[in-house]
């Protein structure tokens, strides 16, 4: 029994160690090995919920041109009516052998009458035109929207890579820490060096360890937002690759508002030709056919069939009170887009100037960065001899592995700021 409940419990721990494994390699293989920022952003476009309205404009447009295009089928229309009235039309004049019938005060009559609509001025073309346009507004502004999401985007990613570089030089810290509790740890045991001197590198090696800690941790933080925003998990292990440089360019061709504004103007001109439409006349053909008593011979007490065709012509001239003033309001809806465009540009031109500003301030910071790391590395491989033969103690060498820790760090942080300022720059211009 004892050997059985023993191979039982192998048995379930290598089905638990089973399960574990072939979980992390699911989660694995769901969290993508590495992502890009152009990954990033199309991901988070996809996975925005108003993407999905523009499913939804699409929609509503062929739907309302659909409706549209019903005004040019026959338009039917059934009545019916019973009345009684109090008197009738009669010949009180009496003719020889001629007998005028009174129609009967009690009158019944069933009509369907079709129209056709033959021509209505453009209306129901220009009406068509308004529906394409408005949606094309409504995209457009969504695609502003679309592209404002990147901003969002691109501070979370740049972030997250800082807290990755953050990483990096923290283990390079860490390095020097132990090379430098390498070589005091000898000294110690021989009675060279104090054992303070051991203790103090001791707890910064593990001041530095939380400080790594916390980096994580910040970074989870960070990711765990990216993620919602792109619809995909993103572990530890998952890399986000730096950019590539963008050339700095002027141009602001490619930026949806561009796109919104001209739709705008495009709507404005349509609604003016709605307006002219509206003044025309229309035609149609219309057949009435009935049934009731009186027909159409009044003086008839039969119950007969009926029927009356024609053409209508309909001119409206109402609209005309109001056309110039209608008109005066759409050019005023034309200066009104013409002047936000006219503030967008300005408002672009001069954040492109400084971000241009920007972009060459982190190129000499960067430069300058290097030089003094170069410097900082001599300095710090000085401090470990010196550390080796007992010159200084392990506080003045803590001193130059900071000032180094913190080289690097001001350098990781300008060439983010810089590669970050350009991505910045290309968004402005649209040319990402």
């Given amino acids: ?8 419990n192998k048995l379930v721990k290598a089905i638990a160690l089973l399960n574990c494994i072939t979980g992390a390699a699911s989660l694995q293989a769901q969290s993508p090995s590495t992502i890009s920022l152009v990954q990033a952003f199309n991901l988070a476009q996809q996975n925005y919920p108003l993407i999905r309205q523009k499913g939804l404009l699409q929609q509503t447009e062929q739907l309302s041109i659909e409706n549209l295009s019903s005004n ?6 059934v009545n019916g009516q019973a009345t009684y009235q109090s008197d009738v039309t009669s010949v009180s004049i009496p003719l020889p052998d001629i007998k005028i019938p009174v129609p009967a005060k009690d009158q019944y009559r069933i009509t369907a009458e079709a129209d056709q609509l033959l021509y209505d001025g453009g209306l129901n073309k220009a009406q068509k035109q308004i529906q394409s346009l408005n949606t094309a507004v409504q995209e457009n502004a969504l695609a502003v929207e679309l592209h404002n999401l990147k901003t969002r985007v691109n501070q979370l990613y740049f972030s997250i890579l800082y807290q990755d570089e953050l990483l990096k030089q923290t283990d ?13 740890k000898p000294q110690v045991e021989s009675g060279v060096a104090l054992r303070s001197n051991l203790q103090v590198l001791q ?3 593990l001041q530095t360890q939380q400080r790594t800690i916390e980096i994580k941790a910040t970074r989870k933080g960070l990711t765990d937002a990216l993620a919602v925003f792109i619809n995909q998990p993103i572990s530890e292990n998952t890399l986000l690759k730096i950019p590539a440089d963008y050339t700095a360019t002027d141009t602001i061709n490619n930026r949806p508002e561009l796109q919104l504004y ?19 006349p229309k035609a149609t053909a219309f057949f009435q056919g009935g049934y009731g008593r009186p027909a159409l011979n009044v003086l008839s007490n039969e119950f007969k069939p009926f029927y009356i065709t024609g053409l209508r012509l309909n001119w409206s001239l109402g609209s005309l009170y109001n056309h110039k003033r209608d008109k ?16 967008f540009l300005l408002n672009t031109q001069s954040q492109l100037q400084q971000q ?3 972009i060459d301030k982190y190129k000499t910071l960067v430069a300058t960065d290097n030089e003094i790391i170069q410097l900082r590395k001599q300095i710090t491989e000085a401090a470990k001899a010196q550390l080796e033969n007992a010159v200084i103690t392990a506080n003045d060498f803590l001193i130059q592995i900071n000032a180094e820790d913190a080289a690097r760090q001001s350098l990781v942080l300008h060439q983010l700021q810089l590669r970050q300022a350009q991505i910045n720059y290309a968004i402005t211009t649209g040319k990402l």
């Avoid at 005066?328 to 503030?343: A, E, F, G, R, S």
């Fill in 328 to 343: 005066k309001l759409i050019d005023i809806n034309q200066q009104t887009i013409d002047l936000q465009k006219d503030v």
């Fill in 262 to 280: 001209k739709s705008q103007s495009l709507l404005a001109a349509g609604k003016e030709r709605l307006v002219n439409t509206r003044n025309l």
């Fill in 356 to 358: 241009k500003a920007d």
């Fill in 1 to 8: 029994m004892a050997v059985l409940t023993n191979w039982l």
């Fill in 172 to 184: 390079i810290t860490l390095q020097n820490i132990q090379a430098g509790i390498n070589k005091t």
């Fill in 203 to 205: 707890a910064q090696l």
């Fill in 72 to 77: 040019f089928l026959p338009q039917l229309v």
